[in-house]
C-alpha cells in the first residue's frame, strides 16, 4: 500500500521536489516572468553554447527527426517525437522541435518550485547542490541528451539538470536536510505519528499466460502523482532510434528527458513505484529515471535489465517490474524490490509481503502486482483470471488509480503496442483522472519499422 499525505507533499515541494500545488496558477497564464517565480532564461546564442554536429548544420539534424501531433483534446494534445542519432542530437532534436510545450511545462514547474521553496528559506542553490550529489552517476548519454535538450529548446542547462533532480529527490527519505535552519533528524517517523507519510505512489500488474483470455503479455503501470501541478497537459511519446543502442520509447512530459515508464525493440516493458523505505536510500546514486534509461539502451532480457540493475550503484527504495523477452521463454515477468544496499526479486507465484501495509500477500500463478492497494489489485486479478485483455486492463487501471492519477500506460511488449491515458485536469474530481480519459493508442514497432 505505498501511499503519500498532502502534508508529504508541501514537504516535497519545499525542498524542490515535483508535488502539491493546488493554490498556484499557471505562471504562463496569469504570473508572467517576474517577481519570486522568475526563473533565469537563456542569454547565449547557439554558436556559445559549444554545439557539435559533426560538421553537419542545425537543418540536417533537425531532418532526421520528426513531430506527430494528435491536435486532439481528447488525448490531451498528446505528441510524438522521433529522434535519431547522438545523444546529444537526439536532445537538441526534442527540444528544438517542442520547444514551446517545454517552455511552458519546465518553467511552470521549476517556477513553482522555486517560489515555494523560497517561501521555505530554501535558495536554488540548493538544487545545484542535489544535481552535483547525483552527477557523477548519470550516463554521459543522459547528461548529453540534456545539454542537447537545453540547447535546442533554448533553456539554460542549469534549469534542465533542477528539473532532472525532481522525481528522486521526492524519494528520499533524507530531503528534509535541505530545509534551512532546521534540524535534520535522522531517526524514522514513528508509526501512526503526523511524521509518517502516507505515501501515495504508483502501481503496476503483468500478466500472460494462463492469465489472460489470449495467452498474450500484458503490463499496466499506473503513475499516481500530483495533478495540480500540470504536466499532463503536455504528454510527449519520445521515440529514440540512437546510433548505439536499442531503439525505445519513454511515455513522459514536455522538456523531461528521463524515463519513468518505457519499452523497447527487444520487446522488453519496464515500470516503477516508490516504496517508502527509509532506512536505506542515499542521493549518491543512478537515479531511477536515468537507470531506466539504460535499461531500455541496453537490456535485451529481462535476466539483462536484472544484472544491470543489481551492477548499479542505487539510490532509493524502488519496486520495479519488467516485463517482456527473457532467456526462459516461461519467464515473462519479474518484479524487484531494490535500495542501495537491498536487491529483492519476485517472481510471479510468489508472496509479496508489503512494508506500506505490513500485509503479505499469496502470489498468483502468471501474474506480477504491486501498489498503492495491493490486497484491491490481487483481488481483481483473481476475479477475472483467464480471462484478462485489455478491455480489463483498462478497468484494473480505475481499480489500482488514486485521486492524483496523472498517467496510466498499459504495455504489450511482445507486440510492441501501447495504450496511453493523461489526466484531463487539474483537480482532483474522479472524473478527470487518467483512468476515466480516452486511451490513445501507439504502435511503437511500426514507429521504427519492426
Not at 48 to 59: D, G, I, L
Not at 172 to 191: D, M, N, S, V
Not at 408 to 418: G, N, Q, S, W
Amino acid at each position: 500500500m505505498i501511499r503519500l499525505t498532502i502534508k508529504t507533499y508541501i514537504m516535497l515541494l519545499a525542498v524542490f521536489v515535483l508535488t502539491g500545488c493546488s493554490n498556484f496558477p499557471n505562471r504562463y497564464d496569469i504570473m508572467g516572468r517576474i517577481g519570486s517565480w522568475s526563473v533565469p532564461e537563456n542569454e547565449l546564442t547557439l554558436e556559445q553554447r559549444t554545439v557539435f554536429f559533426n560538421h553537419r548544420s542545425v537543418e540536417e539534424v533537425l531532418a532526421k527527426a520528426q513531430i506527430i501531433e494528435t491536435k486532439d483534446p481528447a488525448y490531451n494534445h498528446i505528441k510524438v517525437i522521433v529522434m535519431q542519432g547522438t545523444p546529444y542530437e537526439m536532445g537538441f532534436q526534442n527540444g528544438r522541435l517542442n520547444k514551446e510545450d517545454i517552455h511552458k511545462n519546465v518553467y511552470h514547474i521549476i517556477g513553482i518550485v522555486k517560489a515555494y521553496a523560497n517561501s521555505k528559506g530554501v535558495h536554488e542553490d540548493a538544487m545545484d547542490e542535489v544535481y552535483d550529489l547525483i552527477a557523477p552517476f548519470i550516463p554521459i548519454e543522459d547528461k548529453e541528451e540534456m545539454r542537447g535538450l537545453a540547447h535546442g529548446a533554448e533553456i539554460p542547462l542549469r534549469i534542465i539538470h533542477w528539473l532532472h533532480t525532481i522525481p528522486e529527490l521526492s524519494e528520499y527519505a533524507g530531503k528534509k536536510q535541505f530545509l534551512r535552519g532546521k534540524k535534520y533528524k535522522t531517526e524514522p517517523p514513528e508509526k501512526g505519528s503526523l511524521a509518517d507519510p502516507d505515501l501515495e505512489t504508483c502501481s503496476g500488474v503483468i500478466a500472460f499466460g494462463a492469465a489472460t483470455r489470449d495467452g498474450d503479455l500484458y503490463h499496466l503501470r499506473v503513475l499516481d502523482w500530483i495533478r495540480e501541478l500540470g504536466a499532463q497537459r503536455y504528454p510527449v511519446i519520445h521515440v529514440y532510434q540512437p546510433d548505439n543502442g536499442h531503439a525505445f520509447a519513454s511515455f513522459s512530459y514536455a522538456g523531461f528527458t528521463g524515463c519513468i515508464t518505457g519499452m523497447n525493440e527487444n520487446h522488453m516493458a519496464f515500470g516503477e513505484m516508490g516504496y517508502g523505505n527509509r532506512n536505506f536510500e542515499t542521493l549518491e546514486g543512478i537515479p531511477f529515471v536515468f537507470l531506466f534509461k539504460k535499461l531500455l539502451r541496453e537490456a535485451d532480457s529481462i535476466q539483462a535489465a536484472m544484472k544491470i540493475v543489481k551492477d548499479s550503484q542505487r539510490t532509493c527504495s524502488y519496486v520495479y517490474q519488467f516485463s517482456g523477452a527473457g532467456e526462459d521463454p516461461d519467464v515473462k515477468g519479474k518484479m524487484l524490490v531494490s535500495d542501495y544496499q537491498r536487491f529483492e526479486t519476485l517472481a510471479d507465484n510468489r508472496e509479496f509481503c508489503d512494508e506500506g501495509d505490513d500485509k503479505c500477500y499469496e502470489g498468483i500463478n502468471d501474474v506480477i502486482f504491486a501498489g498503492h492497494s495491493t490486497g484491491k489489485l490481487r483481488e481483481f486479478m483473481i476475479k477475472h483470471y483467464g480471462e484478462h485483455d485489455l478491455e480489463t486492463f483498462k478497468e484494473l487501471a480505475k481499480v489500482a488509480a488514486m485521486k492524483g492519477n496523472v498517467q496510466d500506460v498499459i504495455m504489450k511488449p511482445e507486440t510492441l503496442e501501447a495504450w496511453m491515458v493523461n489526466a484531463s485536469n487539474t483537480s482532483k474530481d474522479e472524473d478527470g483522472k487518467a483512468c476515466n480519459q480516452k486511451w490513445y493508442y501507439f504502435n511503437f514497432g511500426e514507429m521504427i519499422g519492426l
